[in-house]
């Protein structure tokens, strides 16, 4: 007897601070421990609309690329990160329960980033 199991779409939708983002399932389902992860198992019980969260839109944009790259994106060409984002990110990553992220910010920024 085979379970039948719901396929999930390829991309999820975010509204995070009014800033609309699409993101992968997969890279989200990367940390599956996430606040993210779990939204869209919950989200997808119901339906597969925007999933909205009342957080920093504009941090977001870092998480999203940690997400897709697992590193906090600085150097190579990004601009560098004021030590007030840094923080911003980390409670970010705190929120989203994203460890990784999070000590990712308290190392120090290097030219070879």
Known sequence: MS???????????????????TLAVADVEKYPES?????IDEKW???????????DGEIFRFV???LVSGRLPRGQGSSELSADVVQA???EA????????????DTPQTDED
């Open 94 to 105: 705190d929120f989203y329960n994203l460890p990784k992220l999070a000590r990712e910010c």
């Open 35 to 39: 606040f993210l992860a779990r939204a």
């Open 64 to 66: 999203s690329a940690y």
């Open 45 to 55: 019980r119901t339906d597969e609309s925007a999933i909205e969260i009342q957080r």
């Open 89 to 91: 990110i980390k409670v």
């Open 3 to 21: 379970e039948s199991k719901e396929v999930k779409p390829a991309l999820v939708q975010f509204v995070v601070g009014g800033y609309p983002y």
